[in-house]
């Protein structure tokens, strides 16, 4: 309360100031030691403080000057009285003061706040109003808000798209649908502003039950079938009282014929609309047709015109709502042409044994740093035996289970993965990109199917992650913000953040490791390192692009991630690889071989012909050393530093062509039995198509001769 007395209120946008400020921080007007002077004929208005008179110099007509500033260029209208003055309500954003009338603050756009019950009048209520009975309003204000108000009657809405069209226009400017009557013009503006409040309310309502249904929920509970379908139920009761009762029997037998299908489509479809990834990617799951068209009877149970129209797809309204992401999710599903079939989808019984054996793996380290792991190093790759498969048979195989997307755009687009032919073919290093669910849940997937071949379905891996940020964020934390930090600065962009700022960032990124579907960020990459003990290397194109291939920003992903914060001795040297392409993650992995004599390049192994190694890049196509992220000041340094600290934390060479290379070991001897188990029945699947037969007839053939 005493703030709010010692401040001082602006005469022209009545924003209120510290004392110490001469002029107003909002309209830049000078602060008035005396109240605003008018003309002559309210020199002596009663509202004035007597104290503090004031006398105007006069001009050759005896006319007081006016000292109002920019007043020339205004019109004068009388000044409010003290009875519509104090019935104004005041913004709690800006603290500007509106007219009872105004729903929204005329400076800033927000809401009005909701008074103590639903009868009660602006009048009867001063909640929120500052006092002014001693501030003088400009009366410029009051004229530009009543005009706004004059001109809003004045327009005259079209019945098919709802935009609002100048008085003088006979047709709508956006359908070209001829002016109705006046009457109808003046029901449907009546009707349109109560409507759009109970969709913002009900939009509200939607989100925050639909986003917060893992933390507080702000609505009740609902049925299941009502749960998934509310936004289309919205949708259809926007509608005034009139349209209701006209339309009522045909919209109840359109909703009788909808199955659940229909329902999730036209949930995708508000989805697209509202940004909402969830409701494209639950019409995606129960496998819907991502090029259904919309039908007139379902552009009318949606009830929006100006958003849908009938023939219209899931990519076509991402196209018209500009939502890019959403875009090259739909654009990359359509494309695809072969069903997909991965080991984890042929054998779903070995798929949950090995998630139970996932699970039971994860262990918590007891000290300080109390961050989660696995026990088990587990690699995965593509078994030998496809080589010795038809030529349209590998083909089928590699079309079922690799992205050939990704893939085309890793190595065509911008070489990123195998563009050495030393390490793709004298080596035997090539690598290859799994096909994986295009959800938020990308990153995850990507890095167990990298080690045993299968997806996060189950939201293990996420939980782990989101438990070691929160049981160790002050390690993380640390980390995270001198990286930042430093991040900015090698740009040239020098600032300096509040510890506020830096925490509300920091709780952003622990909430997106507890939402399934969110997009993850380099952090929880960093904090995958230390649950898998493991270095991971991400290569990714360095440029964010829309579906048009137009340049949006760079990307931060590429790079090496250490399990820095563990000890050496902790860790595996052997790291996994992923791809990055437009917002998506991809498992990068290599295919079996049977031995080194016959590489003729790299350095002495030392290990038996069982283990396959896989000689990944550290540097990149133009032989620059890929970023270590999350170094702290002290391991910062040159070229030099940087490379002898990837020495130390994997088991690196230097090839014949003179190339730095991780090594990555793996051996189905040693390989976990279940991953072995089922990488073998999915292959039997191929095996049946087309048996080999050549290998076969010649062992027999031997067998007869001796």
């Known amino acids: 309360m005493t703030d709010q007395k010692v401040k001082w209120a602006c005469d022209y946008c ?74 104004k309500w005041s ?31 602006p009048h009867s209520s001063n909640v929120g109003c500052r006092p002014t009975l001693h501030s003088p309003v400009d009366t410029c204000e009051e004229y530009n808000d009543r005009n706004r108000l004059n001109t809003h009657q004045q327009h005259w809405t079209c019945t098919s ?56 929920q702000r609505s009740p509970p609902m049925p299941k079938r009502e749960e998934q379908f509310h936004r289309i139920e919205l949708a259809a009761g926007a509608m005034s009282k009139e349209e209701q009762e006209v339309d009522f029997k045909k919209l109840k037998q359109i909703r009788n014929r909808m199955r659940k299908t229909d329902w999730l489509f036209l949930s995708a479809c508000a989805g697209v609309v509202e940004g909402d990834m969830a409701a494209v990617e639950a019409y995606k799951s129960s496998g819907g047709d991502i090029a259904r068209q919309l039908t007139a009877d379902e552009v009318q149970l949606l009830n929006r015109s100006s ?54 793996s994860l262990r918590q380290r007891k000290g300080d740093f109390t961050c989660y792991f696995l026990t088990d190093l587990v690699t995965f790759t593509l078994p030998a035996d496809i080589e010795d498969l038809p030529p349209a048979v590998q083909e089928k195989l590699f079309d079922e289970v690799l992205d050939r997307d990704v893939q085309k755009e890793l190595e065509e687009e911008s070489p990123v993965i195998n563009w050495s032919l030393e390490l793709g073919t004298r080596l035997d290093s090539r690598l290859y990109a ?53 991040y900015s600065q090698s740009f040239g962009l020098h600032f300096s953040l509040r510890e506020e700022q830096w925490q509300e ?19 929880h990459i960093f904090v995958l390192a230390h649950i898998l003990r493991r270095p991971i290397i991400v290569y990714g194109v360095k440029y964010y ?63 038996d012909d069982d283990v396959t190694v896989t000689f990944l890049p550290l540097v990149d196509s133009e032989r620059k050393l890929l970023h270590i992220h999350f170094l702290s000041a002290q391991e910062m340094g040159n070229e030099e530093q940087q490379e002898k600290l990837l020495r130390e934390w994997l088991d690196c060479c230097v090839t014949e062509g003179g190339m730095l290379a991780a090594l990555q070991k793996s051996s189905r001897r040693r390989n976990h039995p279940l991953v072995t188990q089922m990488v073998e029945k999915w292959l039997d699947r191929y095996r049946q198509i087309h048996p080999c037969a050549s290998l076969s007839d010649g062992e027999e053939e031997e067998d007869e001769d001796e």
């Open 505 to 523: 960032d920091w709780a952003f990124i622990l909430s997106l490791a507890s939402q399934p579907g969110a997009s993850l960020e380099q952090t």
């Open 434 to 486: 799994l096909w994986n669910r295009t959800a938020g849940d990308c990153l995850l997937d990507s890095v167990l199917q990298a080690t045993w071949g299968i997806y996060d379905k189950d939201s293990v891996l996420r939980k782990t992650l989101h438990d070691s940020l929160h049981d160790c964020s002050h390690w993380f934390y640390t980390r995270w913000k001198e990286w930042e930090s430093w």
């Open 91 to 121: 913004c709690h954003m800006c603290t500007y003061l509106n007219w009872p009338r105004a729903i929204r603050c005329t400076q800033c756009l927000c809401q009005r706040p909701r008074t103590s019950s639903p009868t009660e009048s």
């Open 161 to 216: 798209c709802t935009y609002q069209n100048w008085p003088r226009t006979t047709k709508c400017v956006v359908c070209d649908l001829p002016r109705p009557n006046n009457q109808e013009a003046i029901q449907l503006a009546e009707s349109a502003e109560p409507s759009s409040l109970i969709n913002e309310e009900d939009r509200a309502r939607w989100r925050g039950g639909y986003f917060e249904g893992h933390g507080q």
């Open 307 to 360: 958003a849908f129209d009938v023939g219209f797809t899931l990519v076509h309204l991402a196209i018209r709502f500009q939502r890019q992401d959403m875009l090259a999710i739909l654009l990359t599903e359509v494309n695809q042409q072969a069903a997909k079939c991965i080991p984890s989808m042929v054998c779903p019984e070995l798929t949950e044994q090995i998630r139970r054996e996932i699970a039971a």
């Open 14 to 87: 009545t924003y209120e100031n510290w004392p110490s400020a001469v002029k107003c921080t909002m309209c830049r007007a000078q602060r008035l030691r005396g109240p605003i002077i008018t003309e002559e004929p309210y020199k002596n208005s009663p509202d004035l403080d007597s104290s503090m008179e004031w006398n105007a110099p006069r001009t050759e007509s005896g006319s007081s000057l006016l000292i109002c500033p920019d007043s020339s260029a205004r019109p004068r209208v009388r000044s409010a009285s003290m009875a519509e003055i104090a019935s």
């Open 545 to 607: 692009k829309s579906f048009r291939g137009e340049t949006l920003g760079y990307t931060r992903f590429q790079g090496v991630y250490l399990p820095l914060l563990w000890e050496q001795s902790f860790c595996w040297k052997s790291p996994i690889a992923l791809g990055y392409t437009r917002g998506h993650f991809s498992a990068l992995v290599a295919m079996e071989n049977d031995g080194f004599d016959n590489r003729g390049a790299g350095a002495n192994l030392n290990t």
